[in-house]
């Protein structure tokens, strides 16, 4: 009995024991793989009166033939983690941390600078956390401004702090403003800078963004000292400047659902303007007067929260689809644009139900919706009823069955029936015969008053017999 207890007691204690192993080692396995992966940098930077004393460091590197990109106007480089000098354009790092030092002339006297290509950056390697402290000597006045959320400012005796932090792989452009800066966080979400006072109700337009923690949210800098200017992350205008709305709504879009597809970039141009209502450039008017003409303001608003709430990104295919659903229909319209950029195109949508002829075949083109009208492929259809078409022009078409004749003409008021001119409808307000894409399109009256042919419109199809 003993012996049996005395073994159950070992199998347990040997169960025991590969389970701890085994957590230990997912642990520290994991541990090692989550740090390897996950590079952060901390960038320390020291104020005097004629430069800035930086030290660069980068946390968790692994990789072989690491390209390092130094900035141009540094000069007393010091690289590596053993005070080396030597300072490669490659580097081979196991798994260590790697230190740069390293100097920028800078003047304080100045009233305001922006410092873009002040960095180390290792080329193909992606930062999780970016961490940047500035210390300033309290004999030099001024603000420093990055595009990383402000965590911290505070001015002691001698010395004054400013520390910034952001988990994003982004471009840090340095922003020096001799006057004195205000700070407020709008929302507890946006960081705005200005001098002197500001308008609270210029920025009453962020409210609508602010609803999403997930998001990432544009710094401002309000200022006179500065000419308007923005880069990922970061707006900076005057106080005045009535494009404030435009120019953060567009870098909010970009920063939260660009894929970083260059020539996807216009669609987040277009997307701000329509939201903003901004007088759009002549470049998006075209765009903008379909989407107005054909959007109505409840289902923009839709489209809007659609947008807002992307988890990812925001392609012209994905902006299609979120139309298209608005409209219970289908559209290609922001795909189109994207391919003849520069080439105005209408907006339709296509039936997404089939078209059912003599009550057997089912036609291989959809019905579409122009100018909130419904349109028929005219072609396709005729020729299923036994007629035989011709193109005479662009805007005359001949058919005939064998036994009548008609012709019809685009933007004219009549057709001709077996010799004898017919108008149109007189009621009609809109155009009778249209070209989209290149194909034909007529209304239902068409079909219905002229050829008489019969349509019926079913919950899943139309008939036409």
Known sequence: MRKSLWWIFLLCSLIFSVVIYWQWTEFTVGSTYREINNIEQQIEIKQRADRLLISHTFYNVDG????????KSATNFQCGNKQSRKCPQTLNIDHDNVNFRYEIQFDAHQNTSILQDWYVILEKMKTSLTTIHIAVDKEVSGTWITAAPLVYNEELDHVRYFSFVSEDEEHFPLIWHKKPLSYMNYDKKVSV?????????QLSFLKK??????????????????????FPSLVITTKHEKKLEQAWTEQFLLTNF??????ERWLFALLATYITNIKPTSELQPYIKELQENVSDIEKQQLINNILRTKGFITAEKMDDYLGKIKKMKTTFFKRCLSNLGKPEVMYFTLDKPIVLHGETVLN???IVWNHHLYFPFEPVVKQFGFNFTHISNHEYYLTNGVDMYRLYRNRDFFIFNEEKYGFFLDQSIDP????????????????????????HLSDQVYIY
């Open 365 to 367: 083109e959809p019905a």
């Open 258 to 263: 660009w894929n970083g597809d260059e020539e």
């Open 64 to 71: 072989e033939d690491i390209t390092v990109r130094y900035p």
């Open 433 to 456: 015969i249209i070209v989209v894409d290149e194909k034909i399109y007529v209304t239902e009256k068409v079909f219905t008053d002229i050829f008489h042919f019969g349509v019926i």
């Open 193 to 201: 800078y200005h001098d002197g006072e500001i308008d609270k109700d």
């Open 209 to 230: 963004f602010t609803n999403d923690s997930d998001k990432k949210y544009p710094i401002i800098l309000l200022t006179d000292q500065m000419s308007p200017q923005w």
